[in-house]
């Protein structure tokens, strides 16, 4: 069924594991994405970006999401990606995302509390969970550069936390989005200070091209959603072009888009295991 994410995250935190949140683009996505967390008896969040609300609208792609949460026996939520304003996050609410975030990342520390905290009032009436971003995860995160990361202090994070009221929050920590060039080199202490300080659920972004064994580290240290897109890309890409390699004739999208789906759900399945919520659900 479809849930907020609210108790998925705080079961993860007190279970010391941590749930996938996979960015989805299409119909088959979604299909795999909820055929991967059944099999695997997971819970799962999908989430859409503001680039890929504006290419089919936020009611396109929850009502997929809403359909493949209905047949599911495990929970899942639909999330609001990088939310870049307040307009769009009251939006996503009123449409009946289940979790809702405000990037205010790029902004100065005391206008991403502004914003931040004016999208938490906001949507705690309803109960939908609002997660935030301090700090700068590197890499193109949308359609919009985040360039060098800033990486996200711990006394910082404890303040931003206390004065928004949200209810997760994504940390910089050396993570980047897309691919990356050489190996990511991740300040793991930090991520333990800064689960010292703040109570809420942590998010890892750019999650993509990290190593298996260092996610799974940072789920040891306290991350309890794990983020990734760029990688899922990649599978539904990979699967759709070796069939039009193969069968060049092919015009039946259900074809070769049955193939990327197939690809996705493989590649969702192994990053459930290595979240550790394989189980859970
Ligand atoms: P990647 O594209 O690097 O997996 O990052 C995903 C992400 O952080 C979505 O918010
Ligand atoms: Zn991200
Ligand atoms: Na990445």
Known sequence: ???????MLLDAQKNGYAVGAFNVENMEMVMAVMEAAEELHSPVIMQTTPSTVNYAGLD????NVRTAAERA???IAMHLDHGNSF????QALRAGYTSIMIDGSHESFEENIRLTKSVADACAPSG???????GKVGGKED??????????????ALEFADKTGITSLAVAIGTAHGVYKGEPKLDLLRLSEIRKVVSVPLVLHGTSGVPDETVTECVSRGICKVNYATDLRIAFTSGVTSVLKEKPNTIDPKKYNAAGK????????????????????
């Open 73 to 75: 026996s495990v929970p």
């Open 60 to 63: 396109y792609f929850l009502a």
């Open 87 to 90: 307009e769009l996050a009251m």
């Open 143 to 156: 359609d919009l550069d985040g360039g060098a990361g800033g990486y996200t202090e711990p006394s910082e």
């Open 262 to 281: 197939e690809m996705v759900k493989e590649y969702v399945k192994s990053k459930i295991k290595v979240v550790k919520s394989e189980g859970k659900a």
């Open 128 to 134: 939908v969970p609002v997660e935030a971003e301090l």
């Open 1 to 7: 069924p479809l849930m907020t994410t609210t108790q």
